[in-house]
Nanobody
């Protein structure tokens, strides 16, 4: 089994910053891509940012220049540094990881439970 645990969410004023962390643990052989998604009630879950094991990154247009994704492969942890936050960034942020649990195993998607980020105007 693999668990993803997020931390770092909270309430912040517009223009402020937050740093999210997501640590993966359990039966992990390796982790391919890791990413952050966000979910607002009544809307589709959307990709915020993703990072490959080698460090290549991809961002949603709405967060480019404001958010930075990074990872520590030794700690199986991914981070999301969020700056210049806007009220429209308010959402539940979920961590995702493509985890390989053994040699010759295919990667499988795992999700964290989510952490609430609320940006007040």
């Amino acid at each position: 089994q693999v668990q993803l645990v997020e931390s770092g969410g909270g309430l912040v004023q517009a223009g402020g910053s937050l740093r999210l962390s997501c640590a993966a643990s359990g039966s992990i052989f390796s982790i391919d891509a890791m990413g952050w998604y966000r979910q607002v009630p009544g809307k589709q879950r959307e990709l915020v940012a993703a990072i490959t094991r080698g460090g290549s990154t991809n961002y949603a247009d709405s967060v480019k220049g404001r958010f930075t994704i990074s990872r520590d492969n030794a700690k199986n942890t991914v981070y999301l540094q969020m700056t210049s936050l806007k009220p429209e960034d308010t959402a539940v942020y979920l961590c995702n990881a493509e985890v390989v649990t053994g040699i010759l195993h295919m990667p499988y998607d795992y999700w964290g439970q989510g952490t609430q980020v609320t940006v007040s105007s």
